[in-house]
């Protein structure tokens, strides 16, 4: 079967950086991808990584080992709205079907 | 341009009932997507259409089934409810052409089941 691992709770405070990591086991696979999630909301796509190797968003960067089997998720500069649960996810397939990690919820404090 | 509509928003239903769900995709997607969010098993995939054919199908009992039209609008629906059931059900869209791992998500219908 497929299993990601993420830490469930993470805590920053404003401004500083924070690093989301994401273990998987899978059989198959096409690339990682993050999405935040807001309560109450839908997710949101952040970013994907089918290559090893850094991608770059504004103040969120991914990165990506394929021979760790391992990614992780880069906050910047914290600010008080990215207080959300981040969700990893791996593409083991052609198509759109996803592996969610169990999410990490960030908390930014002042 | 609109993003993923999902109708109902908020449902209640007993134990045996069924529900239908629907999900209208972004303009020019053709591939939906559908998962199932709960507390104790986070989110989950159910099945994925793309161009009217099931695509790919995750391991949910066969109660649960989907389709979609000429249009790219999706429907799920789930028979013989049980409690387990109660979720919140998302809907997601993409061109379906081109692996970026990028979905675009509705706010989803949340079930609740008595």
């Known amino acids: 079967g497929q299993s990601l691992e993420q830490p469930s709770e993470v805590t920053a405070v404003e401004g500083a950086i924070v690093q989301i990591n994401c273990t998987y086991q899978t059989s198959g696979f096409y690339g990682l991808s993050w999405y935040q999630q807001h309560d109450g909301g839908a997710p949101t796509f952040l970013s994907y990584?089918?290559?090893?190797g850094l991608e770059e968003t504004g103040r969120f960067s991914s990165f990506l080992s394929r021979s760790d089997s391992y990614g992780y998720l880069l906050l910047q500069e914290l600010q008080m709205k990215d207080s959300a649960s981040y969700f990893c996810?791996?593409?083991?397939?052609?198509?759109?079907?996803?592996?969610f990690g169990g999410g990490t919820r960030l908390m930014v404090k002042p | 341009k609109a993003g993923v509509t999902q109708t109902p928003r908020y449902l209640i239903k007993t134990r045996g009932q069924q529900v239908t769900l629907s999900c209208s995709p972004i303009?020019?997607?053709?591939?939906v997507s559908w998962y199932q969010q709960t507390p104790g098993q986070g989110l989950q995939f159910l099945f994925e259409y793309f161009s009217e054919t099931q695509r790919n199908k995750g391991n949910f009992p066969g109660r649960f089934s989907g389709r979609q039209f000429s249009n790219s609008r999706s429907e799920m629906n789930v028979s013989t409810l049980e409690l387990g059931d109660s979720a919140l059900y998302l809907c997601a869209s993409s061109q379906g052409t081109s692996r970026t791992g990028e979905l675009f998500f509705g706010e989803g219908s949340r079930l609740t089941v008595l």
């Open positions: 990584n089918g290559l090893d």
């Open positions: 996810a791996v593409s083991t397939h052609a198509g759109n079907m996803l592996t």
């Open positions: 303009s020019g997607h053709r591939s």
